[in-house]
């Protein structure tokens, strides 16, 4: 593995952390859409920073899912019930951002907070483990 893409997977992993700091800072102002929304991207940017540490950059969200699933839970790296995470966070963006009169629950959305936080955690935990391989 090269540097390049060590860096891109440490920048994502930073970025999946500001977003989640972001949603939990909605959440507690009960700005559950947003929060919703938040959570989502900051499951995305975790799920992008393994891909990057093998070099995998898809552009297509459900590609990214796809391949974190492929590459990362189905190969043990990511515990299945942890990476769960990033598809319920998909699909409750989808409904809150698209569907008129969408109302997500507070207690839900506290739920994905924690689900969110687990895979962030576990998703740094690769590109720890990547990095100190590549060191």
């Known amino acids: 593995m090269t540097e390049r893409p060590t860096s891109i997977a440490r920048h994502r992993l930073d970025r999946a952390r500001e977003i989640l700091r972001d949603a939990e800072l909605l959440l507690s102002s009960n700005a559950l859409i947003s929060a919703t929304n938040r959570l989502y991207y900051a499951a995305f940017y975790a799920a992008r920073a393994c891909l990057a540490t093998k070099d995998l950059d898809p552009a ?8 974190f699933q492929q590459q990362f839970v189905r190969s043990g790296l990511i515990d ?4 769960k995470a990033l598809s319920r966070a998909f699909e409750r963006r989808q409904t809150s951002d698209y569907e008129d009169f969408a109302a997500p629950m507070r207690a839900d959305v506290e739920t994905l907070a924690g689900s969110v936080k687990r895979l962030v955690d576990a ?3 690769v590109v720890a483990r990547a990095q100190a391989a590549n060191d």
Not at 60 to 67: A, D, E, K, P, Y
Not at 80 to 83: D, F, K, L, M, N
């Open 60 to 67: 297509r969200h459900s590609r990214v899912i796809s391949l």
């Open 80 to 83: 299945p019930g942890v990476a």
């Open 123 to 125: 998703c740094a935990d």
